[in-house]
């Protein structure tokens, strides 16, 4: 199947030390008189491990910097968070090769979920309090020590919750619930395609499906996958890489399904639209088939683009099914944001949903942790450790060279060029 994708060359994050610079998402605020108590206990500076996107490539355009902060200023409503987790999501890949139109232009710090405990609370933050364990999301800069949010995207977590569970849930469970029941409106007895059922999302979708009475659920995975997609509730685990899906599923189902969740794009849209009962919903929600190396494809981006799913209002209506799509990041609702994760988090109290940790990375294996999710190897979420590794646990191998602060200012005016033309160069 086209979803299916070549090994890459694996290589290390690099380390760096930066001279004294905000966090991305750390607003400015009125300074606190010097002789003041709060401005004598924020005078001391705070290491933060960033995890930053340099430029668009391979795995070594995303380098570790560790970088001596002066506590952020808080404006009202906002908490200081100290990540102990973060999630590592299909749009990071996409994002490292510029195909993630939300990210910013390089450098930028990447992640969209973590969490931690707070450690800072502005003015105005009622409901949260010093030594929260708090899960938080946003659009960019989760990959990183500190974090600066707004309180109302912090969420309590449960008592019983990990952080590893805690950074698994937003973007995947989140993408899971909203598909299948705002839009694809999932009622007893209806059955369901997910692709990718070993992920993140899969597993998320296939949780969820459960807590709904007499749902078959259809899931393409690799053969080595089935035994746990299968105990965690596919009824019928599919292997794309051996067998031809659409023909499986029309032995056990010759009507076909009525929800077909779709993360490759191109030619399997096509597939699922085809797979559809009357009445049934066909729903994209990413582009997987694009990604087939560490740096960008055009040729598998045209191939995509071409083979793309193409309906008239007119055939549609002759065939009565729906066709939709589904981009969290593009979601201004912060309240429906808000009340699913909410509900998610009741689900989890109720042992309902639980995420499945694949492995767990610290930062300065993030390559290692991308090279996981991209050639297919997790079986659930795979999160990243900002903590530092442990002496004992590095690398047998020399590591990358950590950068003095101190650099002349020739040599930071050649990076920045550098930078400057790698991001030009993949624009052009």
């Not at 499945?356 to 930062?363: A, P």
Request: some cysteine; aromatic content about 6%.
């Amino acid at each position: 199947m086209s979803g299916e994708e070549a090994p890459t060359q694996q290589e290390q994050p690099e380390q760096e030390k930066k001279p004294d610079e905000p966090l991305p998402a750390a607003p400015d605020a009125p300074q606190e008189p010097a002789d003041s108590p709060a401005a004598a206990a924020e005078e001391k500076p705070l290491p933060c491990r960033a995890l930053v996107l340099t430029g668009y490539g391979g795995y070594e355009k995303v380098k570790l910097q560790v970088k001596p902060l002066s506590p952020p200023q808080l404006k009202p409503g906002e908490v200081l968070v100290r990540v102990k987790a973060c999630g590592l999501n299909f749009a990071e890949l996409l994002g490292k090769q510029g195909l993630y139109e939300l990210l910013p232009t390089p450098p930028v710090t990447m992640g969209m979920e973590g969490c931690g405990v707070i450690e800072a609370c502005g003015e105005d933050v009622k409901d949260r309090k010093v030594g929260d364990r708090v899960i938080t999301l946003a659009r960019s800069g989760m990959w990183q020590e500190l974090v600066v949010v707004s309180a109302d995207r912090t969420f309590l977590m449960p008592e019983q919750m990990s952080f590893e569970e805690g950074a698994a849930l937003p973007v995947n469970y989140l993408t899971a619930y909203m598909m299948l029941f705002e839009m694809a409106n999932l009622r007893p007895g209806k059955s369901v395609l997910i692709h990718m059922a070993a992920g993140g999302v899969g597993i998320a979708v296939t949780q969820l499906c459960q807590t709904v009475q007499d749902v078959t659920v259809f899931g393409t995975a690799s053969a080595s996958k089935h035994e746990t997609i299968s105990q965690g509730g596919v009824t019928h685990p599919i292997d794309y890489r051996t067998k031809d899906y659409v023909e499986e599923i029309r032995k056990i189902t010759p009507k076909g399904v009525d929800i077909v969740l779709d993360p490759l794009g191109g030619s399997d849209t096509q597939k699922g639209f085809s797979l559809l009962k009357p009445l049934g919903a066909l729903i994209v929600f990413g582009a997987a088939n694009c990604v087939t190396g560490q740096k960008k494809n055009l040729l598998a981006m045209a191939k995509t683009w071409y083979n793309q799913l193409s309906l008239s209002a007119l055939k549609l209506m002759q065939a009565n099914k729906s066709v939709c799509g589904f981009h969290l990041g593009y979601i201004p609702d912060e309240e429906l944001i808000s009340r699913t994760m909410l509900k998610l988090l009741e689900l989890y109290e109720q042992g309902k949903i639980k995420p499945r940790i694949d492995s767990c990375f610290h930062f300065e294996e993030v390559a290692d942790a991308m090279k996981r999710m991209h050639e297919r190897l997790n079986i659930g979420k795979v999160i990243l450790l900002p903590e530092a590794k442990k002496e004992e646990e590095q690398p047998k191998s020399d590591p990358e060279p950590v950068e003095n602060v101190e650099k002349t200012e020739a040599a930071d005016s050649e990076q920045k060029e550098e930078t400057t033309e790698e991001v030009k160069a993949e624009k052009d």
